[in-house]
């Protein structure tokens, strides 16, 4: 029996698997100041919901973006950060990029670690490996007195060439750890050892940045549930949509910074398995941002270049960006008199004006409810009562900014602020499509979290998007998708090598076997739940002299034997792919490799839909659309068997979201208990 756990901002969602009755699902107010509290509370009441006891449960997987909103609110720290001599401003030059390259009125985002808590210390490498500078224990001590009374809780060490030549900087960590006691010490090769020394340093100091925080919780965490009788081993779910051991989590948390998203993302690719779609859109709406992801084959979609919050971090990740508003998306007029959504959100604590916790200015939620889209008396299937007629108070102010007036005036302004929420996400969406090379007719959007099915057919109208598919639970759908995600970890080598070049092949194959034992031996330590583990491969490669790579995916023919013909040829089609053309006379060169180690997990059989007779519409809502009231059908979803359809307009109930179906599509229910909304002309029997 198995428990997915994820922590959101304003609810932290539970799925269940192995219950008699199939999934059990729960949502719990989160507890911002001490988010274990809320994971406590909320894992009696799943297990007791199941009618089961804590000691039935034989794992629980959890996911959680408190690492990444300590980075993106900057609450971790304070870090130090040990370098070689001359390279202490290596946060503060980065890239040498502005923000914006057309805005000079921008300022560039301030270094992670202040310049007072950067210290450089006697240790320099040539890229041969040989030693030019090596500290004395004088100088690791003046280091280390510096570090202790500038009362840093953890130190990054980055030295030049450690990516290739790791044992020197290991030296200088080993050392400051242990003269400073309690202080946690992040070695760049040691987390990520890859070339540029800059993103290298960032994924050390982010990884140190977190650290305290994150242990910190994990230790909170276990004793709270320990106290309830949980027996079961912890797991955290990571940025690359496996999940690991709360021991390896927190010794690398930078791994975890995009856990809860990719959980999304995992499970919709196995819950559109079995459906016509093949191609998804994945739309997380949440409180705070909505987030954009793309599956294929039931693979998603990676990329080892992304950004949290001002930085790159250049860690194998599920290509997750944030596209827009969330739920919990304050409105506001500026100073042109021109209505806004976001960026800024109410998070869980206040939240929405309608929670009645204490929020003043109207956010997307209020504007559904203003509107008539969800019943303030079935939210949460009615443990939560929400307040109307506080969302249309706070709409009034900006009615009348916007010359709205009359007894409709706060239904006008929220219907307008969904458009303008919609608009800048399907524009986003768009371009991030375009930049892929990617046709959206192609794709289904597959929508989840407390706002997602609410908002999907808006975004898919203006999108133009031909379908939408919507799961069984989407509200505690990423906690879904922590139960269904396996083991997984990458490890990775820089090489710096050219394909057909003497002695680059036996290189290759050499990292390739030290890469796979210290995968399948960290695997090892990782519980034994595991039904089999499988091992695969992708490296970073570019023509010579490019300055930049593409990821290069193996097939398992070249794992097993790579060979540089093959290996070129993945390449060339790659960039072909990307550029429209190969250069076929150019050398290929290889400059990293990386190992993805994933143990399997036996897998939770979703359940089926089952076959229901044909129900009326148990009443009526009136619902404002189009500047206009109007009564629209409001159905229950598990009122929906298998087969079952309904004509838009209306809107479909359950207790941890609700569904609008806009006029001019239609929405049937599959075999696997999604529902599948079409465009009229597009729906089949």
Known sequence: MRIGIDVGGTFTDFVLSGAPGGLVFHKEPSTPADPSAAVESGLVAVVAKAGLAMGDVTLVVHGTTLGLNA????????????????????????RCRMPNSVDFHLTKEAALVPRNLCFAIPARLMVDGTVLMRPEPADYDRVAGSLRAAGVATVAVMLLHSYLHPALEAEVARELAARLPGVAISASAQIWPESREYERALVAVLNGFIAPLMQGYFSRLESRLAARGLTAPISITTSNGGSVGLRSAGERPIETVLSGPASGVVAAAQAAAGTRFTQLITLDMGGTSSDIALTKAGEPEYTTRTTVGDFPLVMPVVNVSAIGAGGGSILWVDPQGVLKVGPRSAGAAPGPVCYGRGGTEPTVTDCYLAIGW????????????????????????????????????????????????????????????????????????????????????????????????????????????????????????????????????????????????????????????????????????????????????????????????????????????????????????????????????????????????????????????????????????????????????????????????????????????????????????
Not at 71 to 90: A, E, H, K, Y
Not at 529 to 552: C, D, K, N, P, W
């Open 71 to 94: 980075i993106i609110q900057r609450r971790g720290g304070p870090i130090g950060l040990v370098t070689s001599p001359g390279n202490t401003d290596v946060l503060e030059v980065a």
């Open 374 to 685: 969800i019943d303030p008396d079935a939210f949460l299937g009615g443990r939560m009562r929400l307040d109307r007629a506080a969302a249309e108070a706070a709409l009034l102010p900006l009615a009348a900014r916007l010359g709205f007036t009359g007894a409709d005036a706060p239904a006008r302004v929220a219907e307008a602020a969904l458009a303008v929420a919609t608009a800048a996400m399907a524009t986003e969406l768009a371009k991030g499509l375009a930049q892929r090379g990617e046709d959206a007719s192609q794709f289904a959007l597959m929508p989840f979290g407390g706002a997602g099915p609410t908002h999907a057919n808006l975004l898919a109208e203006a999108a133009r998007l031909p379908a939408v598919l919507v799961p069984p639970a989407p509200s505690t759908f990423c906690a879904l998708g922590a139960i269904l995600a396996d083991v997984k970890r990458d490890f990775v080598r820089s090489l710096r090598l050219r394909l057909g070049a003497e002695g680059a092949m036996a290189r290759l194959r050499a990292a390739l076997s030290a890469l796979s034992a210290e995968a399948t031996n960290w695997l090892a330590g990782e519980g034994t739940m595991l039904a089999g583990h499988i091992l695969s491969a992708t490296t970073e490669m570019r023509y010579a002299g490019q300055s930049f790579e593409l990821t290069v995916d193996w097939t398992a023919e070249a794992f097993d034997d790579p060979t540089p013909d093959m290996l070129a040829e993945l390449f060339h089609r790659v960039h072909e792919g990307v550029y429209g053309f190969r250069d076929t006379a150019s050398a290929v060169e290889l400059t990293s490799l990386r190992v993805r180690v994933t143990g399997r997990m036996a897998p939770v059989e979703l359940p089926a839909a089952p076959m229901l007779p044909s129900a009326a519409p148990p009443g009526t809502r009136r619902v404002f659309r189009a500047g206009s009231w109007r009564d629209v059908p409001v159905w229950r979803r598990e009122a929906l068997g298998f087969g079952a359809e309904v004509a838009g307009p209306a809107i479909l109930e359950q207790e941890d979201s609700t569904l609008v179906l806009l006029p001019g599509w239609v929405l049937r229910a599959d075999r696997q208990g999604n529902l599948e909304m079409l465009r009229a002309a597009t729906s089949t029997p």
